[in-house]
């Protein structure tokens, strides 16, 4: 049975514990970053990604059945300012790994990567939304995480 496209938008601390780990393992190709200049509104920017999302909402055996990934938008308004800290943002080949997505503050967003690289995303309201933009497709490589006790 396929299931629908997400649609949906974080806008409080709760609707971002919801988002998190469905974004959690996601690809980010750092070409497919972009801070949206033609889009500002008010002053303030549109800042968009291109996630190669593994869709953990349709594991329900993982050791006998493909997981799915699925290409998706995760967008982010009213953008004031964004630092970039542990990757060269310079470079167009770097692929990021997307471990998780937190609200910190009513103003303030922060994405964490593999390896302690993040991005601080500052808003005059923080809130995003992700959509995935295509039909899932089926993969072999399931992401894997180490047991901590």
Partial sequence: MESKPLRL???????????SPLLQDGLIALRDIALLQEEAVEGKQ?????????CWEKC??????????????????MVEKVQYNGFDKNDQ????????????S????????????????ECSQA?????DLE????TRFTPQHEQTA
Avoid at 9 to 15: G, H, P, S, Y
Avoid at 46 to 54: G, P
Avoid at 93 to 104: C, D, G, P, Q, V
Avoid at 135 to 138: D, E, K
């Fill in 9 to 19: 938008k974080a806008v409080d601390m709760e609707d971002f514990l919801v988002l």
């Fill in 46 to 54: 549109r800042f968009a990604m291109l996630v190669n999302r593994y």
């Fill in 93 to 104: 080949n770097l692929i990021l790994s997307l471990l998780a997505l937190e609200k910190t």
């Fill in 127 to 131: 809130s995003c939304f992700l959509q």
């Fill in 60 to 77: 329900e055996d993982l050791d006998h059945v493909p997981g799915q990934r699925v290409l998706s938008s995760l967008v982010f308004d």
């Fill in 106 to 121: 009513d103003k303030e967003i922060m994405l964490y990567f593999a390896d302690n690289a993040n991005i601080r995303i």
């Fill in 135 to 138: 039909t899932s497709w089926p």
